[in-house]
């Protein structure tokens, strides 16, 4: 019976793909074979979790690509698949892991933060603020979605953390090496045809753009990239290993010529934290700090008496953006008093109102389904103007938790990747202030719970040894 059914199945899914192929109509064929794909990589919960993490960074090229067949459109049915099948994944966790999944919330705050986060979330795709209903469901993609993630990394029992480090850089530094080839070598006709059908303004430094590599943008593709770049540093330090450190040195490098600054803001500060919070005495933390700070500085100061636009052509005019950015940060024609004006902007409109405005009006949800746009250029700022004073209380619940958990890990412990997790999660919030793009997004939330579930892993043996002691 089940080979009749399957054949049944085979035959169908033959027919349509036919269909579809004769009508050239490859944009359906390619989201079929990516969704099947995924959802039969999904039915082993941790393989599809892991398919999920090195979809992400490629979905943009995969968009893209399907302009050779087929034309624009802004309502493209490819970026619902990584939502379906992360939909599908937390069903199966709730569905076969329904004792695991209900004994959580009497384990540690933190998940009844999140159940509260998550409640609020729902409350506001129904705000008619942001218009259409659609805009709030819209919004869901960029807000729920990334932070069921959490559950996946508290759930993910067989994953080593070492393993996902090595993944990430060696994913960085495929994809930068794909962005060096747009910056020297240029654009294909299929991204070329897109960047003419987007309203993409920011992706211009002057005549130049900026690199993007597979991503969505190229501010997911200088966070990624940050993120590997941060690890690659950690590791080559604390394994002593080479090859750790030319990653790094060709992340970083990277970096400069993406020209997303708050991406290089992110990195020096995530290196001056990480050994900050690793050190345990104030005079030591200090003092390394101030070594740090030297070195940094002095080669700050190199780069600005080398004459940048010297390179010449996109190279000396994307570097030469991020350079004065980190030499002249308050210069009057710096980009940093723009995006002070926007954030101004977004505290204003909390404050006319701090129930908020709609999950979906602070994403593009907004304006592909028509609503109120009240985008603030910023996740942080996000979470106010869309989720209201209590959202933001609960996400605030959220990080506040998790820094205490991850801070016990790294000094009761001496727990690294902890400390890494810790200065990654702060960075996203408080520097990048991105956490709902779709590869960093679910990183974030994937780190959250990756930290949680050791740190109660930890409890729970301490717990367990107590018992036998005092049998």
Known sequence: ???????????????????????????????????????????????????????????????????????????????????????????????????????????????????????????????????????????????????????????????????????????????????????????????????????????HIGSAYRPFSTFTSVAEYSYYVYVGAFISFVLAIRKRNVLYFIAFLFLASNLAIIS????????????????????????????ADVILLIVILFLIYSVRMVKITSLGGILGSLVSHTVSGI????????TLWLHISVWKNGLIRFSHNIMGYGIGSVTIASKKFGGATRAAE?????????????????????IYRFSQISTRLSLLYNNYKARIHFVIIFSFVFIISNFTSYSCGALFWFLIGITVRDYIKIQEAEVGSRIISED
């Open 260 to 287: 997303v600054r708050f991406s290089v803001f992110a990195l020096i500060f995530s290196i001056l934290f990480y050994y900050s919070f690793s050190l345990k005495s104030l005079k030591k933390i200090l003092f």
């Open 378 to 398: 910023s996740d942080f700022l996000g979470i106010m103007i869309g989720l209201g004073i209590i959202g933001f209380i609960a996400f605030i619940l959220v």
């Open 327 to 334: 030499v002249k940060p308050f210069a009057e024609k710096s």
């Open 1 to 203: 019976m089940k080979n009749i059914f399957l054949s049944i199945i085979i035959v169908l899914t033959s027919l349509i793909y036919g269909y579809l192929l004769v009508h050239q109509n490859i944009r359906l064929v390619f989201i079929g074979i990516l969704f099947f794909l995924l959802l039969m990589l999904s039915f082993k919960f941790e393989t599809g979790v892991i398919a999920l993490l090195f979809f992400y960074p490629i979905i943009g090229i995969i968009r893209r690509y399907i302009y050779r067949f087929n034309v624009y459109t802004k309502y493209d049915p490819i970026l619902l698949i990584p939502d379906i099948i992360v939909s599908v994944i937390f069903l199966n966790i709730i569905t076969f892991n329904r004792k695991a999944f209900t004994s959580i919330w009497r384990k540690d705050p933190i998940f009844k933060y999140i159940a509260f986060l998550i409640l609020i979330m729902f409350i506001q795709v129904f705000n008619p603020l942001q218009g259409s209903i659609l805009v709030g469901f819209g919004g869901l993609k960029f807000f729920l979605i990334p932070t069921l993630w959490f559950f996946f990394g508290y759930f993910m029992k067989n994953l080593k953390i070492e393993n996902l480090y090595k993944w990430i850089i060696v994913v960085s530094v495929i994809l930068s090496i794909y962005g060096l080839k747009q910056t020297f070598f240029g654009f294909t006709p299929f991204e070329l045809y897109w960047l003419h059908h987007i309203k993409y303004t920011s992706i």
